[in-house]
């Protein structure tokens, strides 16, 4: 059962566009929404995090929404750059729990942002 | 600055042999440490979390097993590998939030 899904497994955009990444859930208790980056052959990196009590969080040229009615999130990022280019993955939890927090991870978005 | 030290970066085992793979992590105190694994085309799974030392919790039935020696030590292992645990294994460590720091990975390649 995969509680979060990232259905678009490869995203291509040109240098300077907008990148949109975009995240469905099912399960309605996850609170606390995380988007994280991945290169090649190295551990994910946090990116940005977004709390259920807000609908947008921005650092920098990354903005995370989220529509609590509709499960979705989404990672703009503005303007693209070829750095850019790695995998996206989206995760969430239903925050803390006896000191534990369980973070579920989609299946990831491979982005390439063309020069 | 806290750091997460995971090796080896990669690794090929024959099936039927034994792995260990060891994680630690420098500038921080009794953190809560996890080990998930990226199989091709799939997200990050969760294998097993861990509170404290001695504390292992399992996330899904599996060939593989975790210790916790030390508070800052995390080891996953197996007796006999399979075909199927060929994978992106990962360690990571948080400190009482959602927010994981995952090391570099180790890609386990089982024939």
């Excluded at chain 1, 850019?84 to 390439?112: H, I, P």
């Excluded at chain 2, 504390?55 to 097993?65: A, D, F, G, H, Y």
Aim: glycine share 8%; proline share 5%.
């Amino acid at each position: 059962d995969q509680q979060v899904k990232q259905n678009s497994p490869s995203l291509s955009v040109q240098e300077g566009r907008i990148s949109i990444l975009n995240c469905d859930y099912t399960n309605s208790m996850f609170d606390y929404f995380l988007w994280y980056k991945k290169y090649p052959a190295e551990g994910p990196t946090f990116l940005i995090s977004i709390s259920s009590i807000k609908d947008k969080n921005e650092d920098g040229r990354f903005t995370v929404f989220l529509n609590k009615s509709a499960k979705h999130l989404s990672l703009h990022i503005v303007p693209s750059q070829p750095g850019d280019s790695a995998v996206y993955f989206c995760a969430a939890s239903k925050g803390n729990s006896g000191g534990y927090q369980k973070v579920t991870f989609g299946t990831g978005t491979k982005l390439q942002v063309i020069p | 600055s806290q750091t997460i030290h995971q090796w080896p970066a990669t690794l090929v085992q024959p099936v039927g042999s034994p792995l260990s793979l060891e994680c630690t992590v420098e500038g921080t105190s009794n953190p809560n440490l996890y080990w998930y694994r990226q199989a091709a085309g799939r997200g990050l799974q969760l294998l097993f979390y861990s509170v404290g030392i001695g504390q292992i919790s399992s996330e899904v039935p599996q060939n593989l097993s975790a210790s916790r020696p030390q508070d800052r030590q995390f080891i996953l292992s197996s007796k006999k590998l399979l075909l199927s645990d060929s994978g992106f294994y990962l360690c990571a460590w948080s400190a009482g939030s959602q927010k994981l720091f995952f090391g570099s990975g180790t890609q386990l390649s089982v024939l």
